[in-house]
Every structure is written in structure tokens, then in C-alpha cells.
């Protein structure tokens, strides 16, 4: 249940309104640590540091900080919608979880609810003249704090939104998806052919329709163990669930374990990359193809994303091996990724839409033959299959000569039998 926990908490920490509540309620915490500390200061001190500064300074705080959040705010904005239109719209979510953007807009807002809340009690007797000094004190921090998140946001600003950093992005949140799935492969269960479900199992239905976001697969073996039950997870993370389509068995447990079920599956409207491994390869996938098209016509783009999609696959290692050995949750099955659907969620689209173009072709089938040599034998096999579909697809796709001939030439070490 821990691991559940932190990873809601963890899910829920990127999002903006938390951190911008978690900075505000430190504002609040500077505040009372200024009345609380005020006994301390030896007499004297407020004139020697010059203390009757302090309203200037939070005249300016709460002026600037306003200015500064609106502004961050519009360039936030703008460069989401700039990066939706030229590169994928999933993109957006991905910039939406940007840590640092968060913490800086966070900061700019908790600032400016500092100044004004430290303006309004100065105004009442609640400060003495040596609780004017620590927070005095604390003010000075506050100005040091901004002027470092501002020099972090200019240096943050530089690249964000780029093609170079969006597809960086990604690429690191779809290893991070990967390394995550292969050291508990299956989600720490056993391996799922969703024809060995036993016929005696009880669907779990979906309540609406949605995409399978997480499972929580800690809580679902606690719950399995407590009521003596089997879970066996149909419908893997990234799946679009309609209502009504089974997306959980189980076996025993009754009404409780079901329920469990239910609340460990987290459904939502919008497909996420935090759990789920191929939508990282997809979003790779979409930039790739959409520089092949003709209004952009940029083949260096999906040049560069065939690489970022090699790295991606060759994180990948056997599931269904691992599945065979002793799982950490025994009472759990799980269906494993197909290294089939991963080939055609990376290559497939760029394979049909850079048919025409042969150095695209060339480069991806010098990936494809680097995968041919993955360790696992039924990523190779698909690395292969791959490698004969887009070589047939450039062969009837180019009409001049020499590209034929090129393509010839890189073709036969690519396509070669595994």
C-alpha cells in the first residue's frame, strides 16, 4: 500500500495547483516563523539593518511577482499551443507535467501571496519592532529565491517547446516508461494469454468509457491475498476501454476483491505515458511522420526520431521469460508487451510516410538492423518483419533509379534472415 501511496502522491505532485498550494502554505509558514522567532532579536538591531526598508520591498515583491506570473503565464500558454501545432498534439500533456515550469510559476504565486499577506499584517499590531526584523529577514530570502527562479527560467526558456527538447522529452519519458516495465515485467505478476483465463473467472467491467491510465498492482495483490483471490488484467495500461468491455477477471475473492479491483484501475479521458510504454513510442512516432509530410518536409527530423526510437526498443527485454520465474505478485496476471506492436508503434507510420524518401529509409533500416541484434530473440524477429515491410514499401513507393539502387544496397543487411 506504501508504493501505491507515494505513487499517487507522486502523480498528483505534477500538477500545477499543488505546488503552487504546497509554496503559498510555505509563504504562510515564513510568516508565522517571523512572529515566532521576533523574542530572539537583541534591541537596536531593526536600525542597524536598516528594517524601515521592509514595505518598499514588499510594495515591490507584490508588484513585480503579478507581473512576472501573468507573463510567465502567456509564455507558458504559447508555447504549449506552438508545440501541439508543429510537433503532436500529446506533446502538450508532456510540457504540461514540466517540473520546472511548475515550480517557477509556483514560486512566482507563493511570492506574491507572501508580499501581500506580510503588507496586510504589517498594517495591525500583530508584528513588534523585533518581529518587523526577522521578517525583514525573511524578505531578503524571498528576493534571493526569486532572483535564482528567474535566472532558472530564463536558462529554461532558451530550449523549451524546441523540436530538440520536446522529442528529448519524450524519448526520456518513454525509457523512463520502459526501464520501470522491465524491472517488474508484467507489472510484477505473471504472464497473461488472455485465452488461459480460467472460464470460471468474473469479468470486470468498465463503468465508462476511457483509456486504462495506471494500475496500482501493490493494492491489487494486497487485495488478492487478503480475500484469497486471482486477478488476471485483461486490458493493459494504454488501452481504450468502452463501457462495458471487461478490462479485469478474477477469480474468488467476491464483491470485495472486485471492488478493489475497480479502485486500482484508473481510468481517464486522455492516454498518459507514466505507466504505459508504447504511447511514449507513439508521441516519437507522430513528430517523425508529421516532418515527412509535405507542407514540412522535414526528413532530418524523423531521421533524428528513428534513432530516439532504436534507444527506446532496446531497453526492452523479455517479459514473457521473466514471467516463468517466480513473480513478486503471485496472485497477479498481467498481459506483456507484444515487441510486434512496439515495432509498428515506432516505425509503422514513418515506414508508410517516408516510403518516397530513401535516406529516411536507409536510416531506418540501419536501426532496424542494430535491433535484429537485440538479445531477445522476438524483438530481432519483429526488427526484422519490420525491416522487409518498409524495404517493400521503398521499392514500390520509389521510381528513380539510383535511390532504388541505394536502397538495394542497404536493404539486404538489414532484411537479412535472424
Same mark, same amino acid.
Given at each position: ?44 538591531? %531593526? ?16 508588484? %513585480? ?13 504559447? /508555447?504549449?499551443? %506552438? ?48 518581529? /518587523? ?10 528576493? /534571493? ?16 517547446? %524546441? ?31 488472455? +485465452? ?57 475473492? +467476491? ?24 504511447? +511514449? ?138
Amino acid at each position: 500500500m506504501l508504493v501505491t501511496i507515494l505513487r499517487k502522491i507522486h502523480r498528483l505532485s505534477r500538477r500545477l495547483w499543488v505546488r503552487v498550494t504546497l509554496i503559498s502554505g510555505l509563504a504562510f509558514v515564513a510568516l508565522g516563523a517571523a512572529k515566532l522567532f521576533g523574542p530572539m532579536i537583541p534591541d537596536g538591531l %531593526s536600525e542597524m539593518i536598516g528594517a524601515d526598508a521592509l514595505n518598499r520591498l514588499l510594495d515591490i515583491i507584490s508588484t %513585480s511577482m503579478l507581473a512576472v506570473t501573468t507573463f510567465s503565464l502567456s509564455v507558458m500558454v504559447s /508555447v504549449h499551443q %506552438s508545440a501541439s501545432s508543429k510537433w503532436t498534439p500529446r506533446a502538450h500533456r508532456m510540457l504540461l507535467a514540466d517540473t520546472t515550469t511548475q515550480t517557477v510559476l509556483a514560486t512566482f504565486i507563493g511570492a506574491y501571496i507572501y508580499s501581500l499577506a506580510a503588507i496586510i499584517l504589517l498594517s495591525t499590531p500583530y508584528y513588534g519592532e523585533k518581529e /518587523v526584523v526577522t521578517l525583514y529577514i525573511a524578505t531578503l530570502a524571498v528576493l /534571493v529565491l526569486i532572483v535564482f527562479v528567474i535566472l532558472r527560467w530564463i536558462l529554461h526558456l532558451q530550449a523549451l517547446g %524546441s523540436l530538440v527538447d520536446t522529442t528529448a522529452r519524450i524519448e526520456r519519458e518513454a525509457l523512463r516508461s520502459f526501464r520501470a516495465r522491465m524491472e517488474r515485467p508484467c507489472l510484477g505478476g505473471h504472464a497473461l494469454d488472455p +485465452g488461459d483465463i480460467p472460464a470460471a473467472a468474473q469479468p470486470i467491467r468498465a463503468e465508462r468509457t476511457a483509456y486504462v491510465q495506471a494500475i496500482y498492482e501493490d493494492s491489487l495483490q494486497k487485495a488478492a491475498e487478503e480475500q484469497g483471490g486471482q486477478v488476471y488484467l485483461d486490458a493493459p495500461v494504454g488501452r481504450f476501454i468502452h463501457e462495458g468491455e471487461a478490462i479485469a477477471h478474477v477469480l474468488g475473492g +467476491g464483491d470485495a476483491l472486485e471492488e478493489a479491483v475497480r479502485g486500482a484501475i484508473h481510468l481517464g479521458e486522455l492516454r498518459t505515458a507514466e505507466q504505459d510504454p508504447r504511447f +511514449g513510442l507513439i508521441m516519437l512516432s507522430e513528430i517523425g511522420s508529421k516532418a515527412l509530410s509535405a507542407g514540412i518536409n522535414d526528413p532530418g527530423t524523423a531521421i533524428d526520431v528513428i534513432g530516439r526510437i532504436g534507444r527506446v526498443i532496446g531497453s526492452y527485454r523479455d517479459e514473457i521469460g521473466h514471467g516463468r520465474q517466480e513473480a513478486i505478485h503471485d496472485r497477479l496476471w498481467a498481459v506483456p508487451l507484444s515487441p510486434r506492436d512496439l515495432m509498428q508503434d515506432g516505425f509503422g507510420a514513418m515506414a508508410r510516410d517516408g516510403a518516397a524518401q530513401v535516406e529516411v529509409l536507409i536510416a531506418m533500416l540501419k536501426t532496424l538492423a542494430a535491433l535484429q541484434r537485440h538479445p531477445d530473440a522476438a524483438i530481432a524477429s519483429a526488427a526484422h518483419d519490420m525491416a522487409n515491410e518498409a524495404a517493400a514499401r521503398g521499392r514500390a513507393a520509389i521510381d528513380f533509379g539510383p535511390d532504388r539502387d541505394r536502397l538495394a544496397r542497404a536493404a539486404p543487411e538489414a532484411v537479412a534472415r535472424v
